[in-house]
């Protein structure tokens, strides 16, 4: 006997049940909007194209569902493309690729590209200030007074747990994030750059990594690129409950940073009490945990 239960797929709808469903959208009855709105759902990503005429419809309310179905529809899409990224991919990834995934399972609809290029502007501007023959702090120090003098990015220390603070568009739009974004955003610009920079996942706190032959410098993003020694790392985790273990300080995988991200998220969307949030978030952790 088959045990296999078979999932039922929804009809293709006609012209005429599509504007039924259509002219009950904007019902009053929330009962009725809420079993419209389950409908038009089932039928996916399909639907999305029929609804798409309806966000200038002169009916208000109409216009703010048919917008919302489809910016539902946007996530739920960007939702399976982060988690076939996650559940596909080995320890070390494209961590700008996964980011942005990442990103886009909040604001579906942002150009990927165009941040890409401002970040390859960035870039560009830093080859032209920094001396590359220079000592390693100078060459740190060009490229904090740029990014946190010139561009004027910042911790976001009024509103730290803020969930735009762990989305890199809105880092980037604002200007401001938490210790692993600006981090994140530190490290694909020196990477553009040839640096050999990484990202550093202490307890409680992100930092990034200058380390050469020669060279290991410590980087606090979210203070202005405050460059650091290692024994200053040592002490802040000898007063931390986890005290100083050389793990602490190793390189974190992108499968690492991307995981961190995730989790504080889930922490941020658990405080605020928003569920549909919260568990989006735990199926990245279990996905990335693996």
């Not at 974004?181 to 992100?206: E, K, N």
């Amino acid at each position: 006997m088959n045990s296999l239960a078979t999932v039922e797929v929804p009809k293709a709808l006609s012209e005429s049940q599509k504007a039924a469903l259509i002219n009950l959208l904007s019902d009053e009855d929330a009962a009725v909007y809420h079993l419209v709105r389950e409908k038009i759902l089932s039928h996916g990503q399909a639907a999305a194209q029929w609804m798409q005429p309806h966000v200038l419809s002169s009916d208000a309310v109409l216009r703010r569902r048919a917008q919302e179905i489809i910016d539902h529809l946007a996530r739920q899409s960007a939702d399976n493309r982060f988690l076939a990224f996650c559940l596909s991919q080995g320890e070390d990834f494209d961590v700008e690729q996964g980011t942005w995934l990442l990103a886009q399972t909040r604001y579906p609809d942002i150009n990927v590209a165009a941040y890409q290029a401002l970040l390859d502007s960035y870039a560009g501007d830093l080859r032209e200030r920094i001396d590359f023959g220079s000592p390693v702090e100078r060459i740190l120090g060009t490229i904090n007074e740029y990014l946190f003098s010139v561009l004027g990015f910042r911790g976001n220390e009024k509103n730290y747990y803020e969930a735009d603070n762990s989305y890199l568009n809105r880092v980037i739009d604002r200007r401001t994030g938490n210790p692993i974004s600006l981090c994140t955003f530190y490290l694909l610009l020196v990477r553009r750059l040839r640096l050999p920079v990484t990202g550093i996942g202490m307890p409680g706190h992100f930092l990034c990594r200058f380390q050469s032959s020669t060279d290991e410098i410590y980087i606090d993003a979210f203070n202005k690129g405050k460059l650091l020694t290692k024994a200053d790392c040592v002490k802040y985790l000898l007063n931390t409950s986890y005290g100083f273990q050389e793990g602490l300080l190793a390189p974190a995988t992108p499968r690492r940073i991307l995981l961190r991200m995730c989790s504080n998220l889930h922490q941020i969307y658990l405080h605020v009490k928003q569920p549909d949030e919260t568990a989006r978030l735990q199926r990245y952790i279990v996905a990335l945990a693996k």
